[in-house]
């Protein structure tokens, strides 16, 4: 039976979607390139030190920000809010619990946007409004539900899809997510001494828009941002073209069972983990979803469900990097820090 009125708690929803993500960079050409050139993301914007890009799909102006730092890492992740009442809301909620930093300028098709930090110090922010795409005739689409034409330049992803934070204390961050923004829990790995080690929460219906993973190291890194192809097709595609100018991969063609995502890893030029979906996870319409729990005798298989196991690195490496620097991928050895992955043996790419 499902629970009473008096112990199901009134559902929050109040965020949208992942909108936007920064990225840092420290060889943003390069890393531009292997966005626009290989995954088919458009350029719509150049300011100071960053690029804008948005994928085919992806509705307003920019979808990903890649900023020139030193180290790679993420800037933030940009939430969309529901309605300006859900904003509202979520600032208020957000600014009692401690965390909030305070009102950022837009850029870029995003509005202003209310800056605040997970209980790891991830930054993240929140906002309403935003202004759509809007292609050049020679760009539109005849399928007028679609935002513009599919690029013919590389194999194209649709759109940003969700970001993966190493956490130092997955569930205080959990909670954050869960209490101040309304996310709802998924699936989750619980260990023996029943600490979480990780937390899938999704915000609306997708399997997740954010996921938090136990870090070995200081948390608030980037383990990595995800874009969607949403066919095994594109992937597979992708998998030829990536591999045809040297990106380097560190995991799949493979299918998780968290989440049911197909997927593959790899390190775009910066040095930043990301992940490419192809058939995309399941969707949660059930309002009493109970949480899917795995514990440690099915780790291996929330993890894989079909394809070759991950690096040990994939438990320990991420953006900005702190670790040892040598990195095993199931290809080659390769050095770890930004902009050095590829370096090794760079192929001719421009
Ligand atoms: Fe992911």
């Not at 949403?230 to 992708?238: E, F, P």
Request: net charge negative; glycine share 10%; hydrophobic share 40%.
């Amino acid at each position: 039976m499902s629970a009473s009125a008096h112990d199901f708690p009134e559902p929050i929803f109040d965020v949208a979607d992942l909108s936007t993500f920064e990225l840092f960079s420290p060889v943003v050409d390069e890393t531009v390139w292997f966005f626009t050139n290989l995954l088919g993301m458009i350029e719509t914007a150049r300011s100071g030190d960053s690029v804008f890009l948005r994928g085919y799909e992806d509705p307003y102006a920019h979808s990903l920000k890649i900023t020139h730092r030193e180290k790679p890492g993420m800037g933030y992740a940009g939430w969309r809010a529901t309605s300006p009442q859900a904003l509202e809301r979520r600032v208020e909620a957000i600014d009692r619990c401690g965390l909030g930093r305070g009102w950022v300028e837009g850029e870029v098709g995003v509005g202003p946007a209310y800056e605040f930090t997970t209980p790891d110090g991830s930054v993240q922010r929140i906002n309403w409004e935003v202004e759509y795409y809007r292609p050049e005739k020679d760009q539109r689409s005849v399928v007028l539900n679609r935002v513009q034409r599919r690029p013919l330049s590389g194999v194209p992803v649709r759109a940003l899809d969700h970001v993966n934070l190493l956490s130092l204390d997955v569930t205080a961050n959990k909670r954050f997510f869960a209490e101040q923004l309304g996310f709802k829990l998924s699936e989750h790995i619980v260990l023996g001494d029943d600490v979480e080690a990780g937390a899938w929460l999704r915000s609306m219906t997708r399997s997740h828009d954010v996921a938090l993973v136990k870090d070995a190291g200081g948390g608030g890194r980037l383990h990595h941002v995800a874009f969607l192809y949403g066919n095994t097709q594109h992937l597979i595609d992708a998998c030829d073209v990536l591999t045809d100018h040297g990106i380097e991969f560190e995991a799949g063609p493979a299918a998780h069972a968290i989440s049911q995502a197909q997927f593959i890893y790899v390190f775009e030029p910066g040095g930043n983990r990301i992940e490419l979906v192809g058939t995309p996870g399941y969707q949660v319409t059930d309002p009493s979803w109970e949480p899917v729990r795995w514990a440690q005798d099915t780790i291996d298989d929330a993890i894989i469900w079909y394809g070759s196991p991950l690096p040990a690195e994939f438990d320990t490496y991420g953006t900005p990097h702190s670790g040892p620097t040598a990195y095993r991928t199931p290809n080659r050895y390769v050095t770890a820090e930004a902009g050095m992955i590829l370096r090794a043996d760079p192929p001719a790419r421009f």
